[in-house]
Nanobody, 113 residues
Framework: QVHLVESGGGLVQPGGSLRLSCAASGNIFSVHVMGWYRQAPGKQREVVAYITSGGPTYYGESVKGRFTISRDNAGMMYLQMNSLKPEDTAVYYC????????WGQGTQVTVSS
């Protein structure tokens, strides 16, 4: 069992930055892949980025070059989001081990002037 809690969402102007955090607790030693997903109103949930325990990362095409995912060995994962655009507005979810794994409750990110 893994428990995930996101923080760091909010309202930001276009071009601004936010840093999301995800705190994982429980059986985190078995976690291989940690990632961020997002879901905008009326759209399907999509992968934003993920990172494996060995370090390799993956980014969705729409966020490449703007977002950076990182994690530490204490169960924390981060998403640094720069050059934010209105289309980045969504609820962002922390996840471990894919769709069949564990999910956080989500944190709202709104990019608007």
């Amino acid at each position: 069992q893994v428990h995930l809690v996101e923080s760091g969402g909010g309202l930001v102007q276009p071009g601004g930055s936010l840093r999301l955090s995800c705190a994982a607790s429980g059986n985190i030693f078995s976690v291989h892949v940690m990632g961020w997903y997002r879901q905008a109103p009326g759209k399907q949930r999509e992968v934003v980025a993920y990172i494996t325990s060995g370090g390799p990362t993956y980014y969705g095409e729409s966020v490449k070059g703007r977002f950076t995912i990182s994690r530490d060995n204490a169960g924390m994962m981060y998403l640094q989001m720069n050059s934010l655009k209105p289309e980045d507005t969504a609820v962002y979810y922390c996840n471990v081990d894919g769709a069949a794994g564990y999910w956080g409750q989500g944190t709202q990110v709104t990019v608007s002037s």
